[in-house]
C-alpha cells in the first residue's frame, strides 16, 4: 500500500510515518515533509519521482498532477479503473495524511499583508483531501493529527472500518469547507466596490 503526506502541521508526522512504514506502506511526499521525514530517517520517496514533473512556481504546482489523482480517485475494484492505472503506470494510494497551509494563523498575525494570506491559500492540499474523501472506501483520508493513533491502531489491528472512513471524509469536507469559508470572509473584507 502506499500513503501520500504532505503536513504544514508536523505534530505526530514522523511517529505516523514510521508506524506506516512499520506495517508495510510505501510513503510518498512533497518538499518539507519528505525533508522532515527523511531528517527523522523514514524512507519516503519525493512527489517529484512519481509526477516525473518537478515542483514549479514557488511550490504553488506539486501535487496537481494526474499521477497523484488518479492514483487518489482510481476505484480498483471497477475493472476499468483499474486498467486504466495500469496502462498509464498510475499507482493507487490507500492513505492520505494532509493538512493546509497555516492561512488562518497567517491572518491572525497584526503584520500580515494581502500577498502573505494568498500565499498562504492551499489549493494541492485541499483537491488531495477532497478526492481522497470521495474515494474514501479506497483511501483512507487523515486530516486531524489527532487522528493518527488511532487509524494506526486499527490498521495494525486489520483496517480502518467503513463507518470510521466515512466519519474521517466528513471530517476532511468540513476542514475544506471551514477553510474556504476563512479566506472568503478574508477576501470579501478587503473587497473595495463590490
Avoid: C
Avoid at 28 to 50: E, F, I, N, R
Avoid at 156 to 178: I, M, N, Q, Y
Amino acid at each position: 500500500m502506499r500513503a501520500l503526506i504532505s503536513v504544514s502541521d508536523k505534530r505526530g508526522i514522523v511517529e505516523f510515518a514510521r508506524g506506516l512504514v512499520k506495517l508495510g506502506w510505501s510513503l510518498v511526499s512533497t518538499g518539507g515533509t519528505a525533508a522532515t521525514l527523511k531528517k527523522a530517517g523514514v524512507p519516503v520517496t519525493p512527489v517529484d519521482q512519481v509526477t516525473g514533473f518537478p515542483e514549479i512556481l514557488d511550490g504553488r504546482i506539486k501535487t496537481l498532477h494526474p499521477a497523484i489523482h488518479a492514483g487518489l480517485l482510481a476505484r480498483p475494484g471497477i475493472e476499468g479503473h483499474r486498467r486504466e492505472i495500469e496502462a498509464h503506470g498510475i499507482l493507487p494510494f490507500g492513505l492520505v495524511a494532509v493538512n493546509l497551509y497555516p492561512f488562518q494563523a497567517t491572518i491572525a498575525h497584526p503584520s500580515a499583508t494581502l500577498e502573505d494570506a494568498i500565499e498562504n491559500i492551499d489549493i494541492g492540499g485541499p483537491s488531495m483531501l477532497r478526492s481522497a474523501a470521495k474515494n474514501y472506501e479506497n483511501v483512507i483520508p487523515v486530516v486531524d493529527p489527532m487522528d493518527y493513533n488511532w487509524v494506526l491502531a486499527a490498521l495494525t489491528s486489520g483496517t480502518v472500518p467503513d463507518d470510521r472512513r466515512r466519519a474521517l471524509a466528513a471530517k476532511v469536507f468540513g476542514h475544506t469547507a471551514e477553510y474556504d469559508t476563512a479566506v472568503a470572509g478574508y477576501l470579501t473584507a478587503r473587497g473595495e466596490g463590490l
